[in-house]
């Protein structure tokens, strides 16, 4: 993976993207500070992502794990980093451990930094081969009072820290100790992951930027009669051509009554006349994810019940958006979104007022659901579904958290009309979501992707512009 104007070199987004080798060795460093105040000494250990095959001798694309890139920059396959905390006069470690150079491999397969290249290139303490691991952590692991790993998250893993940890215990006799304790190490990780730095509010905001226009570029080149893979196609292009490595996950392009269904991916549905376009899109670039969606007329113009919808859709947005500030909390982005939308269900019959009471009713009993059954919004970074709490578990209730400086977020209320018996038969089979990548900021908030056109007024000057 390479970004525009890097040289590939096998794994060239290690060579720029969210950071350098002095954010990777900052970002370990604070790591290891967490792990020495709770048991100096002890290790970590983290693997990156297998290579996984496809089909005869073909693989996947290689993406690198992402808690493992984020401590290091280093996109091979292969390899495992282990940090030591520091203990007495004994410094802190990070340790490397990733595929020899090898020259007949790298003819086909290409570049490979090898220990030594890595170990000056990203900042780590020592480097080593990955045939030497089960051998190093042989002694890494001697004595220390605690051992941190992804408990769980991989059996391959899983099984090798058994093996050490065998070994170890069955050299006692001699006086040497196993770790006593088996720490999670991905919570520390994710913690820190959720809180962006300044070189990844960068990169996140160019991919939103790269998407946004991706989005554009889709919009002016839909007419009614397409398939929607040919749409797709529209976005897959300008995502490449402005260095984004990967869709950071499989396109939604939903027409019609396929809006309707949430996570949609077929994409080979012709769009008619008269219908709706659902796009679910966004790149990936240097490891980080872009995730918009924007809803649009085929023909260029909205019908009456489908900018009815979609601007109760726009509001439950905007009233959304206003609810992301510092000190806010994240739960209340969707209660705002949901006021929004459950008050209009009423104001268009979606929901008989008779039927269902007022909007507190509907609220209380959640009849909302039938037409809007997702989250207003999850965390974004390395991840599309980004990791970090959306709880305070330190208090006892573990109440939604605050929101703070750094942290990115979709904002991404909608509505799914699907045929049923009192729902008036003009808004059947319309699904709209509206989602934007926001960044909360020490003040407010900055919309990621406002690139993208949203407004009714917006869209449709696009479309009219269209070659």
């Not at 100096?40 to 690198?64: I, K, W």
């Amino acid at each position: 993976m390479s970004g525009a104007g890097t040289p590939d070199h096998g794994g060239g987004a290690a060579d720029h993207g969210g950071g350098d080798a002095a954010d990777w060795s900052a970002r370990r460093a604070r790591l290891m500070a967490q792990m020495a105040q709770v048991a100096p000494g002890a290790v970590a250990v983290l693997a990156t992502a297998p290579v996984v095959p496809r089909n005869g001798d073909s693989d996947y694309p290689y993406r690198h794990d992402s808690a493992f890139y984020y401590l290091t920059g280093f996109t091979e396959p292969d390899s495992v980093l282990v940090l030591v905390a520091a203990r007495g006069a004994a410094p802190a470690r990070a340790i490397l451990f990733c595929r020899d150079k090898h020259a007949e491999r790298e003819i086909w397969d290409g570049y490979r930094h090898g220990p030594d290249g890595a170990r000056m290139a990203y900042g780590f303490d020592a480097a080593y081969s990955i045939d030497e691991l089960d051998a190093e952590m042989a002694g890494l692991l001697a004595n220390v009072p605690a051992l941190y790993y992804a408990l769980g998250h991989s059996a391959a893993l899983d099984a090798q820290v058994k093996r050490w940890l065998d070994q170890l215990r069955r050299q006692s006799r001699g006086g040497i100790e196993a770790p006593a304790t088996a720490r999670d190490l991905l919570p520390l990780i994710d913690e820190m992951r959720l809180f962006k730095d300044g070189a990844e509010q960068a990169l996140m905001q160019r991919a939103a930027t790269i998407s946004a226009l991706a989005h554009t570029r889709a919009m002016r080149a839909s007419r009614p009669g397409l398939y929607e893979y040919e749409i797709e196609a529209e976005l897959l292009y300008e995502f490449r051509r402005h260095g984004a490595q990967f869709p950071a996950y499989p396109p939604i392009v939903a027409g019609g009554a396929n809006a309707c269904v949430l996570h949609y991916q077929q994409n080979r549905a012709r769009v008619l006349d008269g219908e709706l376009v659902l796009i679910d899109a966004g790149c990936e670039l240097d490891g980080y994810a872009a995730d918009i969606t924007r809803t649009y007329p085929v023909n260029g113009r909205y019908s009456a019940p489908q900018r009815t919808l979609y601007e109760l859709v726009l509001a439950a947005q905007q009233a959304a958006l206003a609810a992301v500030r510092p000190g806010a909390r994240y739960a209340g982005i969707h209660e705002a979104a949901v006021r929004v939308l459950a008050q209009g269900m009423l104001d268009t019959g979606l929901l008989q007022a008779h039927v269902v009471g007022n909007v507190d009713d509907v609220i209380a009993e959640q009849r909302y659901l039938q037409f809007y059954m997702h989250g207003t919004g999850h965390w974004l970074g390395m991840d599309v579904h980004d990791v970090g709490q959306y709880r305070d578990l330190a208090t006892p209730c573990k109440p939604s958290r605050p929101l703070q400086p750094g942290m990115v977020l979709t904002v991404e209320p909608g509505i799914y009309v699907r045929p049923a018996a009192g729902v008036p038969e003009q808004y059947w089979n319309i699904g709209i979501r509206i989602e934007d990548d926001v960044l909360v900021g020490a003040a407010g908030h900055t919309v990621l992707s406002a690139a993208a056109p949203k407004t009714v007024a917006e869209i449709e000057q696009c479309m009219r512009a269209a070659p």
